[in-house]
């Protein structure tokens, strides 16, 4: 199962950044943290993905804390197109399966 | 931009039958997986599949399950007799496991399965 706890649900207004934690309090030294989200019955999207030090994309953010127990992905100026499902994964170097969670539903409000 | 995609979109069979679902991976990638859905639930991994072999494998796939990469550019997924609760989303998955010592996966955009 998912080592990860995610929020449900969060709402973000439109145009405004969007931050949705996750806590990974277990995450063991060679996991890395990724992000996908889901868009209606859509494949999983990639997004991000960080081992320690904090990342950014075309798409989004990731800051990681120091401590590596939890982790916040940023969606800076959140667009209605970005409603949809987020999933925050922990994986190795190997592992081939990912398990996802349930994620966090944001919606993002006009 | 490369993606991974999926015929057919939607599929309706009827219990007992066999089905195959197919796959075009991004063309550099060397690992291809599946996975399912059913509706209202978990993305649930299925098998991961490298050099013409299955690396990995979850409990759901049993050996009403089997994968196949037929040629150098598809990758299917068959049910050899499919049941009521194989109804799912089935996503299709790859990876370039040389892409800087990560293994980022990348989805297609999934076929409906509905088993009548």
């Known amino acids: 199962d998912a080592k990860t706890t995610q929020p449900p649900s969060m709402d973000c207004a439109e145009g405004r950044a969007a931050n949705l934690p996750c806590n990974h309090s277990t995450i063991s030294g060679n996991e890395y943290v990724y992000w996908y989200r889901q868009i209606h019955s859509q494949g999983p999207q990639y997004i991000i993905h960080g081992l320690k030090n904090n990342e950014t994309n075309e798409m989004a953010s990731l800051i990681i804390t120091e401590d590596r127990k939890s982790s916040t992905l940023i969606l800076p100026h959140a667009t209605l197109r970005d409603t949809a499902v987020y999933y925050c994964i922990l994986t190795y170097t190997g592992r081939r399966a990912l398990t996802f969670g349930s994620g966090t539903r944001l919606q993002v409000q006009p | 931009e490369p993606e991974v995609t999926q015929t057919p979109s939607h599929q309706v069979t009827q219990m007992g039958q066999e089905v195959i679902l197919r796959c075009v991976p991004i063309?550099?990638?060397?690992?291809f997986y599946w996975y399912r859905q059913i509706l209202g639930q978990k993305v649930e991994f299925l098998v991961s599949f490298y050099n013409n072999e299955i690396s990995e494998k979850s409990e759901i796939f049993d050996d009403q399950f089997s994968v196949e990469r037929p040629d150098g550019s598809n990758f299917t997924l068959k049910i050899r007799s499919t049941k009521l609760e194989d109804s799912a989303m089935y996503f299709c998955?790859?990876?370039?496991?040389?892409?800087?010592?990560?293994?980022?996966?990348?989805f297609g955009p999934g076929t409906r399965l509905t088993v009548l």
């Open positions: 063309s550099n990638h060397l690992y």
């Open positions: 998955a790859s990876s370039d496991p040389d892409s800087g010592g990560t293994d980022t996966q990348y």
